[in-house]
């Protein structure tokens, strides 16, 4: 069905699109709990999977419950757009998503203020480009989509029309 029709709006340009997809994997647990100084297998790892290179995020504040430093590795993050972005969420919703066996779907109460949608992987190790054997360290990772919709409710339908499966 055309989501034109289906939102009921009138211009073809008001339909939402993928902005941006936003891959971070959060790395400063490692470097403060497990004293992980060598990034460079989960930068390999996150290039493997997303096509393209991150980059790091330092921390701005030193924060001494979390044994966080000031300029210490705290992300690795990557930005898609275009072809890539589209691709990304293809792989995510028809391969990694169903190789969880926990997965049932995804929650609508993950919208932010802008009206993106945000969710996290437990394992990167679900992703087919890497093999298990080959992960010594598995993080989690967080993928947030930005769109061009106007409210949560479009986002929501727009995302459904992707295939994306909500409670």
Known sequence: MN??????????????????????????????????????????????????RPYYIYSKKAVSNFKLREWMHSMLKVTLRGYKALAFLMKIQKIVLLRNRDFVWLSKKSFDWRWWYSFGLKSITWFPELHPDDVQLDPWMQVTISTSSPNPWVTQKFLEHLWFIFS
């Open 3 to 52: 989501i034109q029709k289906e939102m009921g709006l009138a211009n073809i340009h008001q339909v939402p699109r993928i902005l941006s997809v936003v891959v971070a994997m959060w790395i400063w647990s490692l470097a403060s709990r497990k004293w992980v100084k060598d990034f460079s297998q989960l930068e390999k790892n996150l290039h493997t999977i997303t096509w393209q």
